[in-house]
Nanobody, 131 residues
Framework: QVQLVESGGGLVQPGGSLTLSCDASTFKLDYYTIGWFRQAPGKEREGISCHSNLVGATYYGASVKGGFTISRDNARNTWSLQMNSLKPEDSAVYYC????????????????????????WGQGTQVTVSS
């Protein structure tokens, strides 16, 4: 059973930055797509970024492109989401996830990071952007 542990959420002022991290413990990330999703109250879960080493794919959703950066450390079995220039509309519960190697290439093709195909999920961490 894979358990993903997230950290790094919190309260930040508009224009500020936060870095979220996801730890897969001893589970090897090398062949998996890693992803970040978020869900605001009353809204559906939104895929915002993914990365696959195996197929060399990285994707950012339009709402975060240019402001967020996904990165991974396969040796440590962790990945991160650096979030800059945060806006109140970025407030949500953020989730990390792992899925099939092809997921991110699919996201590049269709222009959406879908929740389908992600088998393992973190517990979620709250990000609140407010003055």
């Amino acid at each position: 059973q894979v358990q993903l542990v997230e950290s790094g959420g919190g309260l930040v002022q508009p224009g500020g930055s936060l870095t979220l991290s996801c730890d897969a413990s001893t589970f090897k990330l090398d062949y998996y797509t890693i992803g970040w999703f978020r869900q605001a109250p009353g809204k559906e879960r939104e895929g915002i970024s993914c990365h696959s080493n195996l197929v060399g794919a990285t994707y950012y959703g339009a709402s975060v492109k240019g402001g967020f950066t996904i990165s991974r450390d396969n040796a440590r079995n962790t990945w991160s989401l650096q979030m800059n220039s945060l806006k109140p509309e970025d407030s949500a519960v953020y989730y990390c996830a792992m899925g099939k190697p092809s997921n991110c290439a699919t996201a590049q093709t269709v222009g959406v990071v879908a929740t389908k195909g992600y088998d393992y999920w973190g517990q979620g961490t709250q990000v609140t952007v407010s003055s």
